[in-house]
């Protein structure tokens, strides 16, 4: 479409030219945000650690409620790493594995998303080695307004423990 020459026109014409910018930008930046876990206690095969704040593990099909409709588009996950915190203490008084800060990784430790009480296979954040990992998602995991998510250990890495942070991803559709 053109810019017209008469002065009258011309204001349509902006109203329709804004209207396509909006639609543009609307489809291209929508909102992006975080809802996270931790797990302060070492982590179990097939369970539900994960907190959303608290302290206490969130338990099958509860969870956190999604206010409106967004897709899951990444998993990000850090662990502490491993070390004792010992130094000062008369070990031989306390249980040394309460002053666990973490413990290396043996195996993979796999984080899967419960999405309305239902584990989605294809979305799982995996931490092979150190302490960090991501996963980004081609294909968005839908949530409608209600939906409630909950994260779900599959497998502890062998060893992970206090510090553990997961986070999932969303974009406001």
């Known amino acids: 479409m053109t810019a017209p020459r008469e002065i ?13 910018l909006r639609l543009l930008l609307e489809a291209e930046h929508k909102a992006i945000f975080p809802i996270w876990a931790e797990s ?8 539900y650690d994960w907190a959303f ?6 338990d099958p099909g509860q969870g956190v409620v999604i206010p409106f409709r967004s897709g899951l588009i990444a998993l990000s996950l850090s662990i502490a790493g491993g070390s004792f915190a010992t130094s000062g203490f008369d ?5 040394t594995d309460s002053f666990l800060l973490g413990a290396d990784l043996t195996s993979d430790l796999v984080v899967q998303i419960e999405k309305d009480g239902t584990l989605e296979a294809d979305y799982v954040a995996t ?5 960090e990992s991501y996963q980004e998602f081609p294909t968005p995991l839908e949530f409608h307004a209600g939906s409630v998510l909950n994260f779900y250990t599959l497998t502890n890495g062998g060893g992970a423990a206090v510090g553990n942070r997961i986070c999932a991803w969303f974009r406001k559709e």
């Open 53 to 58: 704040g608290g302290g206490s593990s969130t």
């Open 8 to 20: 009258s026109a011309l204001a349509s014409y902006v109203d329709a030219q804004l209207a396509d």
């Open 127 to 131: 931490l092979a080695s150190g302490t």
């Open 91 to 95: 070990t031989d008084a306390f249980d």
């Open 40 to 47: 302060t206690g070492v982590l179990s095969d097939a369970s």
